[in-house]
């Protein structure tokens, strides 16, 4: 069974919010942790920091500023290291490189493989290479 992840959460309300109020209450309680994969302390200042990183990185990509987008992602990585991937995934896609965007996908589930919005990808992206069967597997994750 795949969980929500505290960051998958904080992006969503991120975005339904619009900008107005990044994070939603449950989401401010931080335990200050920090590990290797994730340099930055998980505090409320660095969610707010990754929040706006990624809007920021949504708009580029929306004006099809790749190249900028690419180093937004690289920061933001630096907050969620699961994202990296997955949003370059998106920008191969948006380029029509379904086998690249695939290619990040599996490896933001490598980093995160219980966050079920990376196995919703994983499933549109071998949908879109011809894979129906490894999509409806995937879909089922």
């Excluded at 969503?12 to 335990?31: D, N, P, Q």
């Excluded at 490189?97 to 994983?122: C, G, I, M, R, S």
Aim: glycine share 8%; proline share 4%.
């Amino acid at each position: 069974m795949v969980r929500n992840t505290p960051s998958a959460i904080g992006i969503t309300c991120a975005l339904l919010l619009s900008g107005s109020c990044l994070f939603g209450t449950a989401f401010l309680v931080s335990c200050g942790m920090q590990s290797p994969s994730k340099p930055y302390a998980d505090t409320l200042e660095n969610r707010k920091k990754s929040g706006q990183l990624y809007l920021e990185c949504i708009d580029l990509m929306q004006d099809k500023k790749y190249v900028e987008a690419q180093r937004v992602i690289d920061e933001l990585a630096k907050y969620d290291p699961g994202l990296g991937p997955k949003l370059k995934g998106e920008i191969y896609y948006a380029q029509g490189k379904y086998e690249e965007a695939d290619k990040q996908v599996l490896e933001a589930l490598k980093l995160d493989p219980e966050n079920y919005a990376y196995w919703e990808y994983a499933a549109i992206y071998a949908y879109r290479l011809g894979h129906v069967k490894e999509a409806i597997e995937r879909a089922s994750q």
